[in-house]
């Protein structure tokens, strides 16, 4: 019985080469872990219009997130109802995500940090897990268990 071979050509090898790499592409982006980094656009809960964008980013496995842009009328709002430094401060860059880091247990999930809502002035214990495939961050902020809170819903611009 005799063998044929076909030598692949040079063009032919980058070729099956760049094929290969294409159909795996998606599949190694569905493995890797999304990260909440980046800009977000949050809705407003009553007028479910956008309210502002929020940039978080991560230092030394830290989450933290700020106002990057208010998308209301009410772009010179102040924080009078806070109770710490942030009193009286400009809430358009103010810092409302704290301390949160990446669940040792669940990939998608990032607690153990603080939220701000600057409308009440409360700061809210808070967790966050990426959905449809790190396009949405389910927001949570709560009192004692996460159970007892509320969840936002915010949309990723970048």
């Known amino acids: ?5 076909f030598p692949l050509r040079a ?13 795996a592409a ?12 980046g ?6 809960d009553e007028t479910k219009q956008p309210k502002a964008m929020i940039r978080i980013t991560e230092k030394d496995g ?20 806070c109770t710490d430094d942030r009193k009286d401060q400009p809430v358009q860059g103010m810092t409302i995500v ?3 880091r990446k669940n040792a247990d669940q990939p998608d999930l990032f607690d153990g940090g603080s939220i701000l809502d600057p409308n009440n002035g409360k700061v ?22 996460p159970l007892l809170g509320r969840t936002q819903t915010w949309l990723r611009e970048e």
Do not use: F, H
């Open 124 to 145: 809210y214990r808070s967790q966050m897990r990426l959905t449809e495939g790190g396009k949405k961050l389910e927001v949570r902020g709560y009192i004692g268990l």
């Open 26 to 37: 998606p599949a190694l982006r569905a493995q890797a872990p999304a990260s909440p980094v």
């Open 62 to 81: 830290v989450i933290s997130g700020k106002i990057e842009k208010i998308l209301t009328d009410k772009t010179d709002a102040v924080c009078d109802k």
């Open 11 to 23: 063009v032919g090898a980058p070729l099956l080469a760049a094929a290969l790499l294409a159909l």
């Open 98 to 100: 704290s301390g949160i």
């Open 1 to 5: 019985m005799t063998t044929i071979r």
């Open 39 to 44: 800009l977000w656009k949050n809705i407003d």
